[in-house]
Each structure stands twice: as structure tokens, then as C-alpha cells.
């Protein structure tokens, strides 16, 4: 099945710094989201993202379908950005609706 | 808030015991899925199920059974279980269970389960 990679897999950052976090997929996929899931583990959806660019605020997400990788940026970081960052994708070959998740990157935000 | 509830947030129980897990969704979506999402582990996808019927089941061991009565509800009914299956058990809905592809799931708060 598809392997899904995050790096890396811990961050810290002094809040106001600039973050980027990466996902590589091992095949092609018809999905692909960002979610972010706080201490209390909700998890929200950040992205749905499969190719191009989108904006979100101080978020934005890039994926290049093409070369089997995702960016997520994170700019002027705050302390409520504190969490788990997680990829999730569908392989092409699927159209069930199973995510295959990546291990996630913790990111720690101090004040 | 994600449209998706979670009742209920926390349970502790014994090995002998048996509980039950609910979901419900305000969305109007057509598809739901449970996931378990263990310590220093990614999510893994336990069941989806799409207009209630169930379209996957991911080699879930038989002491989990799922029931999905309505498009907006999900139960996991839990018995006999083993305190490995101790973790954050999430439920999340979409629109038609990716049938179409591209869609965004959505996520409840969890239940945290703690097996003794």
C-alpha cells in the first residue's frame, strides 16, 4: 500500500519564527489533506490539498502531485499553533475514502 | 466545532466489561468512519461505512463491532477487550465516503479509552 512520510518529526520554534513541515507519498493520490490536531487531540482539517497551492491565513500548502510531496508553511508562528501536524492521503487508485495517515510532526511553540 | 460529536469523551473499563462507543454528525453527510489512533502511532482506519452500509473494514478484530443505524450515526460496541486496544478512538464523517474522490473528512473529539 501507500507509505506515507512527514519530516520531521519533532519542531520547536520561538513564536514568530517560520515553519515549514513536509509530507512524501510513495504513489499517486486523488486526496491528499493537512489536519492539525491540538493537545486535547481534536483534529482539524487544515487543507484539502492533491495539487497546487492554497492559503489559509498564516497557513498555506503546497503539493506537487507530480514529485510525490506536500509542504505545509506555517508563518509567525503562535503558541496556539502548538500540536500535531498530521498528512493524510488516498492513493489514485482508491476512491473509498481510506486516509492513510503519516506518523505526524510535533511542533512545540514558546512564547 | 466539527459537526461531528463524540459520546462519550472518556471511558475506563475492565477487560470483561462491555461499552459502546457513539457518533453522530450534523453535517448532512452520507459517509462515517471510525479510526484508532494509538500512542507514538499514525491513525489507522478501523471501518467506513457509506449510506450505511459497511464499505471497509480494515482486519478489525471481532471484539470491535460497528453499527451504523443512520447516515448520521456510528456505534462501535466494545467487548472482551485487551488493554493494548487502550487509545483515542476518533470518528469522522464525509460527504459520500469518497465514491467521487477528493473530499474532506471531518473529525470528532475523540474518545479516550483506557482498557484494565
Known amino acids: 500500500g501507500i507509505q506515507v512520510e512527514q519530516s520531521p518529526p519533532d519542531l520547536i520554534l520561538q513564536e514568530g519564527a517560520n515553519s515549514t513541515l513536509r509530507c512524501n507519498f510513495s504513489?499517486?493520490?486523488?486526496?491528499l489533506q493537512w489536519f492539525h490536531q491540538n493537545p486535547w487531540g481534536q483534529l482539524i482539517n487544515l487543507f484539502y490539498?492533491?495539487?497546487g497551492t492554497k492559503q489559509n491565513g498564516r497557513l498555506s500548502a503546497t503539493t506537487v502531485a507530480t514529485e510525490r510531496y506536500s509542504l505545509l508553511y506555517i508563518s509567525s508562528s503562535q503558541t496556539t499553533d502548538s500540536g500535531v501536524y498530521f498528512c493524510?492521503?488516498?492513493?489514485?487508485?482508491?476512491?473509498?475514502?481510506?486516509?492513510?495517515f503519516g506518523q505526524g510532526t510535533t511542533l512545540q511553540v514558546k512564547p | 466545532e466539527t459537526g461531528v460529536t463524540q459520546t462519550p469523551r472518556h471511558l475506563v473499563m475492565g477487560m470483561t466489561n462491555k461499552k459502546s462507543l457513539k457518533c453522530e454528525q450534523h453535517?448532512?453527510?452520507?459517509?462515517m468512519y471510525w479510526y484508532k489512533q494509538s500512542a507514538k502511532k499514525p491513525l489507522e482506519l478501523m471501518f467506513v461505512?457509506?449510506?450505511?452500509?459497511?464499505?471497509e473494514n480494515n482486519s478489525v478484530p471481532s471484539r470491535f463491532s460497528p453499527e451504523c443505524p443512520n447516515s448520521s450515526h456510528l456505534f462501535l460496541h466494545l467487548h472482551t477487550l485487551q488493554p493494548e486496544d487502550s487509545a483515542l478512538y476518533l470518528c469522522?464523517?464525509?460527504?459520500?465516503?469518497?465514491?467521487?474522490?477528493?473530499?474532506?473528512?471531518?473529525f470528532g473529539p475523540g474518545t479516550r479509552l483506557l482498557v484494565l
Open positions: 461505512y457509506n449510506f450505511k452500509e459497511q464499505t
Open positions: 493524510a492521503v488516498e492513493s489514485g487508485s482508491g476512491n473509498t475514502g481510506k486516509l492513510i
Open positions: 453535517l448532512g453527510h452520507n459517509a
Open positions: 504513489d499517486s493520490v486523488n486526496n
Open positions: 490539498i492533491p495539487s
Open positions: 469522522a464523517s464525509s460527504q459520500e465516503g469518497g465514491i467521487r474522490g477528493q473530499e474532506t473528512q471531518y
